[in-house]
Each structure stands twice: as C-alpha cells, then as structure tokens.
C-alpha cells in the first residue's frame, strides 16, 4: 500500500497562512502519473476536496470556498504535493489530507489546520 503523510499544519490566526506538505512513498517515475487532491475533515462533517491537481502539475481545481486563496502544487520529482493557503478563516479549520484523486490510496493521518478568529 502507499503510504502518505501530510506535514505542515498549525495553529494560526484569521489571515494568516500556511504551507501543508504531502509526501507519497511511490517510485518517482509512477508518481507523476496520478491525479492528487487535497481534502479537509472537520468534526462531525464529511470529507470534502478542496484542491485537486493533474497527473503532470498543469491543471488545477479549487473548491468554491477556497478559490482565490488557496493554491495546489506539486513537485514530480520529489514524489510531493503541496496547498499553500492564504488569507486563512475560521472555516478552513479541519484535518487536511492528501490523496490518489482518481483512486484513493490508504488515507494517512492528516495534517491539523486550526484557523482562529
């Protein structure tokens, strides 16, 4: 199974940003292959994606509540993908995870992001 781990999240102020970080222990070669996203998990709430990039980095999507603010990338390479969230609110609070779009991979622990007012 591959395995991912999300890094980065913190405990910021409204306005605020940050840069989460996720990392696939996939063959560099395969990786770029797949259709990444980035979701988020509040309490009591279901899973919702928030971002979501092709296979080679050229295509984006965002989620309507995060449009603007939030910017999805990815580094090939590396086998990383990466949000960078800006102009933070109290709504993106959540766990934010990262996975396969297309097909989930095991879902890892996620990245804690509490945003305060």
């Known amino acids: 199974q591959v395995q991912l781990v999300e890094s980065g999240g913190n405990l910021v102020q409204a306005g605020g940003s940050l840069r989460l970080s996720c990392a696939a222990s996939?063959?560099?070669?395969?990786?770029?292959?797949?259709?990444m996203g980035w979701y988020r998990q509040a309490p009591g709430k279901q899973r919702e994606l928030v971002a979501r990039?092709?296979?080679?980095?050229?295509?984006?999507d965002y989620a309507d509540s995060v449009k603007g603010r939030f910017t999805i990338s990815r580094d090939n390479a590396k086998n990383m993908v990466y949000l960078q969230m800006n102009s933070l609110k109290p709504e993106d609070t959540g766990v934010y995870y990262c996975?396969?779009?297309?097909?989930?991979?095991?879902w890892g622990q996620g990245t804690q992001v509490t945003v305060s007012s």
């Open positions: 990039i092709t296979a080679s980095g050229g295509g984006t």
């Open positions: 996975n396969n779009f297309r097909r989930s991979w095991n």
């Open positions: 996939v063959s560099v070669g395969i990786f770029s292959f797949f259709d």
